[in-house]
T-cell receptor
């Protein structure tokens, strides 16, 4: 058990809809990272928050947004969903802001767009 | 594009054999990490090797890093069926992001 909790585990929705994925980091970790994993794109870094502030941005679409709350949990919002957004979305956490330490991953949210 | 590329894409061995996976990357790195992913689960951190290190061990795992060739290898000795998983290398260049390779699918047959 990594200590990182993601909800929901599965999400099925339709094109054009909006969903919110939630992540609770491991106790004591201040950084939260979001990744998208699909068969054709592999594991893609989306965005990182550190202690409530955006720290780094990757290949995140404008239709996607995220935030980290004062209690350090994070939410990833996906809107105007398209078929291509179907993927596994992972949250990871680490103690510090840099990627020179292990990241601890949740088991992901599997998003299916019909 | 991915910074790290694993080789081979898939590897099938018998229990008890050693498994070697390779990772090549393109730009200078600060550190390189290896992760394991069981089917349908999140990634699990295995080992981190810094750019000034050449070799690191953790249990049955041995990682080497050759910065002149921009490559790393992960050796799993005396493999077990439970080692069946995908293995990813991830590189940190600067700042806070990790860039993952496409992974090697390891199958250990009992």
């Amino acid at each position: 058990d990594s200590g990182v909790t993601q909800t929901p585990k599965h999400l099925i929705t339709a094109t054009g809809q909006r969903v919110t994925l939630r992540c609770s980091p491991r106790s004591g970790d201040l950084s939260v990272y979001w990744y998208q994993q699909s068969l054709d794109q592999g594991l893609q870094f989306l965005i990182q928050y550190y202690n409530g502030e955006e720290r780094a941005k990757g290949n995140i679409l404008e239709r996607f947004s995220a935030q980290q709350f004062p209690d350090l949990h994070s939410e990833l919002n996906l809107s105007s969903l398209e078929l291509g957004d179907s993927a596994l979305y992972f949250c990871a956490s680490s103690v510090g802001a840099r990627s020179n330490q292990p990241q601890h991953f949740g088991d992901g949210t599997r998003l299916s767009i019909l | 594009s991915q910074q790290g590329e694993e080789d081979p894409q898939a590897l099938s061995i018998q229990e008890g054999e050693n498994a070697t996976m390779n990772c090549s990357y393109k730009t200078s790195i600060n550190n390189l990490q290896w992760y394991r992913q069981n089917s349908g689960r999140g990634l699990v951190h295995l080992i981190l090797i810094r750019s000034n290190e050449r070799e690191k061990h953790s249990g049955r795992l041995r990682v080497t890093l050759d910065t002149s060739k921009k490559s790393s290898s992960l050796l799993i000795t005396a493999s077990r069926a439970a080692d069946t998983a995908s293995y990813f290398c991830a590189t940190e260049t600067s700042g806070s992001r990790l860039t993952f390779g496409e992974g090697t699918q390891l199958t250990v047959n009992p």
